[in-house]
């Protein structure tokens, strides 16, 4: 399983960022990461691949927010934001995540813009 194909519940997501709980879910309300229900039991979870490592240690991707407001005025429910960001892209020969996660965050929204 890759990084961005890992998921963590919102308390392991909070103890990799060093943060609440509490915290992580304000931060899904307000669009900074995106989560949904998985599983038999439908906990709340987020792809592993939005930490990357900062200078201080592990972080949010810095370009994750604007890429799901992108998304979000194309329309798309934060599920398939999610599906979108971790699914092969042709274009990027890899999925949106990983480019973000490269850097490529012009190119990643260029290919979001075409879905508006």
Do not use: K, N
């Amino acid at each position: 399983m890759t990084e961005d194909a890992a998921w963590l519940t919102v308390p392991d997501f909070a103890d990799r960022l060093g943060i609440t709980a509490s915290r992580v879910r304000e931060m899904v309300r307000e669009g900074e990461v995106v989560a949904m229900r998985r599983g038999e039991r439908q906990i709340l979870q987020v792809p592993a691949g939005v930490i990357v490592e900062g200078e201080d240690g592990p972080e949010v991707l810095a370009t994750l927010r604007g890429t799901l407001t992108l998304l979000r005025d194309a329309g798309f429910r934060d599920e398939e934001s999610i599906e979108w960001l971790l699914a092969d892209e042709p274009e990027l020969g890899m999925s949106p995540l990983d480019a973000l996660r490269e850097g490529r965050r012009a190119h990643v929204r260029r290919i979001a813009q075409t879905l508006l």
